[in-house]
């Protein structure tokens, strides 16, 4: 059973995140499904644009640290996080590589890997019950493939303190600090977003697939390359004593103890 739905109503394409008992966290199932979301509506010709949202009261919560934590238990740590450090990085350069536009729906917490999700997106609308965060270091852990895109989206002084703080930021303040470019009602983000579809249906495909792409080779230059390095040192970083214990924090629902 897949871990995503995919709706077509031309010109837009929708993937929805459909783990919603998990808060959408992202499983090495989940994020499979999504690749192949994507691969789909990549070959799907009436499709000019794709919608990413969640199902429930989430967009996505992040990794599925429990899925991690458990993996790293079976096998040699280290490969299972090498592992999924480059299973999100695909997924993300995937997105960022897509000719076609993505419109984000953020209607609910988009935090730690769902926040990438989000920054790997190429227009965002958000609800205002959407949060926007990485607590990643609170768990003894790196966002380490999130960092230069986020800094690529908003900048790298307000990267920098935003990831450094471990803060959740609320609708509006993800709005004002340019994360989400529009604001509603949650009842009105998908026909928002098949709006701005429909938009971006009136431009020529290629165009639109060249546009992207200058945008990310030229602006975002070095992005591919930040990812690649950024995904070393999340694995690095999971592999730590600070993250063992961060996570068992985190599953224990308990404050963590740093030495």
């Known amino acids: 059973m897949s871990l995503v739905e995919v709706k077509k109503h031309g010109p837009s394409g929708t993937i929805i995140l459909s783990r919603s008992e998990k808060r959408n966290a992202l499983s090495r199932g989940l994020i499979g499904d999504l690749k192949q979301a994507f691969f789909d509506l990549y070959q799907e010709k009436s499709v000019k644009a794709v919608i990413l949202t969640g199902a429930g009261s989430a967009f996505c919560a992040g990794m599925d640290l429990k899925e991690m934590l458990q993996a790293s238990q079976e096998q040699d740590p280290h490969l299972v996080w090498q592992q999924d450090a480059e299973i999100y990085q695909e997924l993300l350069e995937q997105m960022l590589q897509f000719p076609k536009p993505i419109i984000a729906a953020v209607n609910g ?45 908003i900048g790298g002084g307000k990267a920098t303190n935003l990831l450094l703080t471990a803060r959740t930021l609320s609708a ?53 390359t930040q990812l690649g390095s950024g995904a070393a040192h999340s694995a690095a970083a999971r592999s730590t004593p600070s993250a063992k214990e961060g996570l068992a924090a985190f599953l224990e629902k308990r404050e963590p103890s740093w030495d």
Not at 123 to 135: D, H, N, R
Not at 191 to 204: L, P, V
């Open 109 to 153: 917490p988009a935090m730690a890997g769902g926040g990438g999700l989000v920054l790997a997106c190429d227009i965002i609308l958000g609800s205002p019950t959407a949060t926007f965060g990485f607590p990643e270091p609170k768990r003894g852990l790196v966002a380490g493939m999130v960092s230069p895109m986020l800094a690529f989206r």
């Open 172 to 224: 509006q303040e993800a709005f004002e600090w340019g994360v989400f470019h529009e604001l509603l009602e949650e009842e009105k983000l998908w026909a928002r977003a098949h709006e701005i579809a429909c938009e971006c249906s009136e431009s020529a495909p290629s165009a639109l697939m060249l546009t992207k792409r200058v945008v990310y080779e030229t602006i975002g230059e070095y992005l591919q």
